[in-house]
């Protein structure tokens, strides 16, 4: 399962020109995923970590 979850995150980041991201998903009596893809900072080549502190910003946000 874990390969599969792995190969779909890294597809969607292609798709999305995402340089890095981490994943985290708690299911209950499932199990724990959390994996980092990519690179935090593209200039310097850094990859991304579980542990890597970022501040999230609005993103999500969209103009009318």
Same mark, same amino acid.
């Given at each position: 399962?874990?390969? %599969?979850? /792995?190969?779909? =995150? %890294? %597809? =969607?980041?292609?798709?999305?020109? *995402?340089?890095? =991201?981490? =994943?985290? &998903?708690?299911?209950?009596? %499932? ?7 990519? *690179?935090?900072?593209?200039? #310097? ?5 579980? /542990? &890597?502190?970022? #501040? ?9």
């Amino acid at each position: 399962m874990t390969g %599969q979850l /792995d190969g779909t =995150v %890294q %597809q =969607v980041m292609r798709e999305a020109n *995402v340089p890095g =991201v981490t =994943v985290g &998903l708690w299911t209950p009596h %499932q199990g724990t995923y959390i994996r980092s893809f990519g *690179v935090a900072d593209k200039s #310097r080549g850094w990859p991304m970590s579980p /542990d &890597l502190y970022t #501040r999230i910003g609005s993103e999500t946000k969209r103009s009318p």
